[in-house]
């Protein structure tokens, strides 16, 4: 990746392959639709995966990077994918996200939008302690900003990776 704008139009418009640094190995591209990633398999619904009720089709452990862009808005039972996606996740695997930031634009026009996204989302999602209930295995934030072209196109960039070891 060359620069935070290259970061923002690949999460924006998903056909940056050049831009992209991938691990060896395997490498998902979850809600892929028409967009191509090179070296990422593609899962999406028309391709007969559904990010609410089916599992991964990977191994446990076995993901060494998986690109999420403007899927997770979308998903219904997002604590089930989630837990999905560290299940497969290597110990050190990454995940790339990128998601409308909630007061944003591209959020409030979607009606299919399903979920709001702010800075601190991920954090209490694995952080948080005052709700014992729905809690996920931690990962780590690596990254966890906010960017975008104008003020109404705002989007969350975050990049989650599993931990090392298990704590």
């Known amino acids: 990746m060359k620069t935070l704008i290259d970061l923002f139009n690949l999460g924006m418009m998903r056909n940056y392959s050049e831009i992209l640094q991938s691990k060896e190995g395997l490498v998902l591209n979850l809600g892929a639709g028409n967009k191509h990633i090179d070296g990422a398999v593609p899962l999406d619904l028309a391709m007969g995966w559904d990010a609410n009720t089916m599992s991964i089709p990977a191994e446990d452990n076995s993901v060494d990077m998986i690109h999420c862009y403007h899927l997770l808005e979308h998903v219904e039972n997002i604590l089930f994918l989630m837990t999905e996606i560290r299940r497969v996740l290597k110990p050190g695997g990454h995940i790339n996200i990128v998601v409308p930031?909630?007061?944003?634009?591209?959020?409030?026009?979607?009606?299919?939008?399903?979920?709001?996204?702010?800075?601190?989302?991920f954090?209490?999602?694995?952080?948080?302690?005052?709700?014992?209930?729905?809690?996920?295995?931690?990962?780590?934030i690596v990254t966890n900003f906010i960017m975008g072209d104008c003020e109404q196109n705002l989007a969350l960039m975050i990049q989650l990776r599993k931990p090392l070891s298990e704590k």
């Open 101 to 121: 930031y909630y007061n944003s634009h591209m959020q409030a026009s979607d009606i299919t939008h399903c979920n709001v996204f702010t800075e601190r989302t």
């Open 123 to 140: 954090e209490k999602l694995y952080t948080y302690t005052y709700y014992k209930t729905k809690k996920l295995e931690p990962m780590d």
